[in-house]
């Protein structure tokens, strides 16, 4: 059987709609959607702040922040230029400091802070930091000596010039062309010992000012060395056939050192310094004892005529071993 079909099919019944949109509700937020399309314009995307860039040409130093006494008026900052190049506005202790350390070539920050800046320790770092930024010393911590003792390693800060820094004192400090300076660390482990050859100069240096001396001078063991095996090694390649022992004995007699036990005595330092208005000069032979030094070597000592100093830890561990030369005792002058 065949059915014919109509082609149109019923409508779909409409879905119903909430009561609540046909009210005042739904007029207000057709209204509303209307409204924001009309004033909804095109996306725009604001554009971000751009950071410099900074380009580091070739041969240029980055700049370093000045962080230093606020007391201070506005510095000459040192630039893209070599230390020694560039004048640099220096406070009286800055000068010494720098001063100090060329000549001695390593200091105690302790021995800084108790004689350069009387004990005002906070300004004292405040130096030292700034000094360091402009690349002319550096500060270092190391163990010091425990000579058998137990218990917690101590640690010792001291203080060196670069050579930066050297080469500024030289330029600067008004220092006699004679004057040897020193940069940098040697030796670490005899570090604390030639940290208090400081001491002793300032203490030497004090009886000697009391004297009448004037316009001190200091070579230490370095130069004074270098001294001996020159002079040693022109004797020797003028006269090949020389005792070698005479030879020595005429050095040290040219270099009015000490001759003890068939061998040249070079103390830590030598003060040199003038009399009478220039008219006379003197020198002063200092070394600096330390609880490593055995009752013979200490008698050796003792025969060179040098001011001897230690400190008060090895000076009552060296009474210790030599209690029954009371001579000798009192020969050891405290740092």
């Known amino acids: 059987m065949r059915l ?12 119903k709609q909430n009561p609540l ?5 739904a007029q207000l937020r057709e209204q509303l959607e209307s409204r924001a399309r009309e004033n909804r314009g095109p996306k725009l995307q604001l554009p971000r702040p751009e950071r410099p860039v900074k380009v580091e040409r070739p041969g240029e130093a980055k700049p370093r922040a000045l962080a230093h006494n606020r007391h201070l008026d506005h510095r000459p ?29 390593v200091i105690a920050t302790r021995d800084l802070a108790q004689t350069v800046y009387a004990n005002r320790t906070a300004m004292m770092e405040r130096d030292l930091r700034f000094l360091r930024q402009q690349g002319l010393i550096e500060t270092n911590a190391v163990n010091m000596r425990r000579d058998g003792r137990g218990g917690r390693v101590q640690r010792l800060e001291v ?56 316009n001190l001078r200091v070579q230490l063991d370095f130069e004074l060395k270098s001294k001996v095996q020159k002079a040693i090694y022109v004797e020797r390649k003028a006269a090949p056939q020389r005792d070698l ?13 000490p001759f003890v036990e068939n061998g040249i005595q070079i103390p830590d330092a030598r003060i040199e310094y003038d009399l009478d208005q220039g008219s006379r000069s003197g020198h002063q032979d200092i070394e600096v004892l330390t ?19 230690a400190s ?9 071993r030599i209690e029954d030369d009371h001579h000798l005792l009192d020969r050891i002058l405290e740092l």
């Not at 949109?21 to 509700?25: A, I, K, L, N, T």
């Not at 300032?202 to 000012?209: F, T, V």
């Open 245 to 257: 022992n005479e030879i020595k004995q005429q050095v040290a007699k040219r270099l009015e050192l």
């Open 77 to 105: 900052r040192r630039g893209d230029l070599p230390p020694q190049t560039v004048d640099l506005a220096l406070r009286a202790e800055e000068q010494k400091v720098l001063t100090d350390l060329g000549r001695f070539r």
């Open 4 to 15: 014919d079909l109509p082609h149109d099919l019923p409508p779909r019944p409409e879905p």
């Open 159 to 214: 203080a060196t010039l670069t050579k930066g820094g050297r080469r500024l004192v030289r330029e600067t400090a008004g220092l006699p062309e004679q004057q040897k300076l020193y940069a940098g660390l040697v030796k670490p482990y005899e570090i604390e010992h030639d940290s208090q050859i400081y001491r002793a100069y300032l203490k030497e240096a004090e009886r000697i000012e009391r004297s009448g001396g004037t």
């Open 312 to 320: 008060s830890a090895d000076r009552a561990t060296l009474t210790a």
């Open 291 to 309: 609880a490593a030094y055995r009752p013979a070597h200490l008698r050796g000592k003792a025969q060179t005529g040098f001011h001897l100093y």
């Open 21 to 25: 949109e046909r009210g005042p509700v």
